[in-house]
């Protein structure tokens, strides 16, 4: 007699054998010679690519994208005379109708008249061929969590928060850049990055592949928003002043403690770190003043972002248990502060703090980072500290 193990491996053996003949015989409605003619076909066209059936992965018509403005065209031919190169563009008074343009040496960015809105600005010529690329490499490394058309639905991104990126809504939080959209640099330098925290990782692609990417994030604009609006505003990455506090770090944390819960109010949104009995005498106020309830935790904020239609709120960090998204040397944090977070609560501080608090709220985000953050002990007794009395 058969032991209930043998006849457990008989039966799976059996099964398989039946399997395997359905799908010989066409039971499950599947050709299997369609199935190897398909993915020859892919295999032929793009090696590393798998795309779901039905997915067009070929873009056949190019499109003009808002390029930078005079300012970061004067930037490149700078930076090409400092390598020694010759520069990309030259300025002709005569050129666009009298209105004067840089002409552009490779013919990809022009100076274009908008009929409609009556409006010169430069545009970014952007072929199908590299439309095409970026749009594969997207599929292949982005759409899991962005949507394989952009929209932040991705399979797996349907259960992350904060959700993925929509890239239809031409709002990028952390690119670090004053204008309202950045530079293709800018969108490179965060791709190759990455988001330190969530599942977006630094992207150990080619220089070529991230451009080609960031070509086709840029199409998914819609018609008059974005890349497609001419009016809109493209800058480089928050240029940070001479550090005022080099040497003196110490100095910059206490100074830089004042200015979170004082004059820049960070503790509205983000959590305060000063027991609210000790506030008044650090940032001499009266005594009876009084601050918002629960000053120790963050407050939950609306912004501009949505998922299927769905606005979506975000939670402030505290920077003693979060992690910081991108970067947290003092520079890196400067440049956040500095330029904000693009449709957040968070506001750009540059023009609006000196430089010298805002490399002071650097280092003091840094320091509660250091001290705190994955330190369970030390958490715990401040949070002690600040709950004290209250």
Known sequence: MRSPFTQLVCLA???????????????????????????????EELPHARPPRGVPLTITEGTWLRAPGEEWIIQQNELARKQGLEPRFTEDPSAADGEGAWIDSTGFIQKRYDEEEDFWAYWQWVGPAQLTRGRRDFVQFCSSCHGLDGDGYGRSGQWLRPSPRDFRQTNFKFTKVLANLPTDDALKRLIKRGLDGTPMLPWDLSDEQITDIVQYIKSLSPEGMGWRDPFTGIGSIVEAGENPWAGRENFAIKHGEKVYHGVAQCMLCHPGYVNPRDLPGLLDQPEDTVYRENLYLPVLKDSEYEVLGEKVKILPPDFTFHTIRSGQTPQDLYETIASGIKGTAMPAWKGSLSEEDLWALAYYVQDLVEEYKDKPAERRGLMERLREGL
């Open 13 to 43: 053996t059996v099964a398989i054998g039946t399997l395997s003949s359905f799908k010989a015989l066409n039971f499950f409605g599947s050709d299997p010679r369609a199935d190897e003619d398909h993915s020859q076909m892919i295999a």
